[in-house]
């Protein structure tokens, strides 16, 4: 196991600079996501960190040794793909242990290892088979597998369960994350999937256009984004936000934004007259019999909840409810926000206002 630590890193194309001076900090056992958008770099990082892209500029530390111009041979790491990248003709103890018999290693001690790993994974039945006789599952644990064996100080994950399908995701996801708690290896993982970051992670990082737009424990990025980019991206469904200015009212502060009117929480810095973007969790909104009337559009009930989308003041916003409702499209409801948990960010900016 092993700290990565990760200064000032750049990454150029040409003369298009696509990763800005990125400053992070893995500590040793972590299992940190790297999550954005399509394009904004995290994947870049990654190869970076495996020495699968050359550094523009900047330093990547694995443990104690800058690793900038090893290559990824020694650089002790360890990498599953998105595509499982097996040899067809193999078997999966020979793809498993593959990487060893290049090193020479005694075929005693990859035996071993290999034995380890497919205890590990559940795959000891199936260390005769070939890829072909596999599902997408068991070829991702033979991929992960193929890791495990080389004992790496640390694990990189790129998007690895992309190709699976939803149920199967899930799965994945567990058996990942209950093989990092038994491991304890320092684990870069890589997804556009913000439910799969919050889920698995120890640490955040969001990313935007090559820079890091926050890094937090899922719950904290969740209670208290930095910006509108990190608070409409973290949260499914996502949040609500709207442009608008705050006003003062006969019962205190109000945020406007045409005909929509909510009342708004007091905070520095947020005072009548300032632009704002109003956030509000969809959960956060609850329908009342007073305030905000709002037109239903959209009911999907999903079992455990209800999602509603609304239209009120010529604006959508969505409502997660945990109770069975019996509301249709075209009816009217009212809605009344939690003031607790609005969030206000600068209308100009986008950055939150504490």
């Known amino acids: 196991m092993a700290e990565v630590t990760i200064r000032d890193l750049r990454k150029s194309y040409g003369g298009m600079e696509v990763i800005h001076g990125v400053n992070v900090r893995i500590t040793d056992g972590q299992f940190v996501v790297l999550v954005g958008p399509s394009g904004c770099g995290k994947s870049t990082l990654l190869r970076m960190i495996a020495g699968l892209e050359e550094i523009s500029g900047g330093q990547i530390a694995i443990g104690d040794r800058v690793v900038n111009n090893l290559p990824p041979s020694q650089r002790d790491i360890a990498m599953v793909f998105q595509n499982y990248a097996l040899y067809p003709h193999k078997t999966v103890a020979a793809n498993m242990g593959f990487a060893l018999k290049m090193q020479k290693m005694p075929k005693e001690e990859i035996n071993t290892r290999v034995d380890r790993a497919a205890d590990i994974l559940g795959l000891k039945p199936y260390l005769g088979r070939y890829p072909r006789e596999l599902s997408g599952g068991q070829r991702q644990r033979v991929a992960m597998g193929r890791a495990i064996v080389r004992n790496p100080k640390v694990f990189l994950f790129d998007e690895p369960l992309s190709n699976l399908d939803a149920k199967l995701r899930v799965q994945m996801r567990a058996e990942i994350r209950e093989l990092h708690q038994r491991l304890s290896t320092t684990t870069v993982y890589v997804t556009h999937d913000q439910i799969e970051a919050m889920t698995m992670a120890d640490q955040i990082v969001v990313m935007r256009d090559g820079h890091i737009a926050q890094v937090g424990a899922p719950l904290d990025l969740y209670d208290r ?23 003062d009212g006969p019962d205190g502060l109000m945020f406007k934004a045409g005909d929509l009117r909510f009342p708004a929480p007091r905070k520095a810095g947020a005072g009548a007259g300032k632009k704002v973007v109003f956030g509000i969790r969809p959960e956060n909104l609850a329908l009342s019999k007073t305030g905000v009337e709002a037109a239903v559009t959209v009911v999907e009930p999903t079992g455990s909840e209800t999602h509603l989308v609304l239209r009120a003041g010529g604006r959508d916003l969505t409502v997660v409810s945990r109770e069975r409702l019996t509301v249709r499209p075209g009816d009217i409801v009212h809605l009344t926000p939690d003031l607790s948990l609005v969030h206000l960010f600068d209308g100009e900016t986008g950055n939150r206002i504490s």
């Open 225 to 247: 984004p930095d910006n509108t980019f990190v608070a409409g991206f973290i949260g499914s469904p996502a949040m609500n936000l709207i442009d608008g200015v705050l006003e």
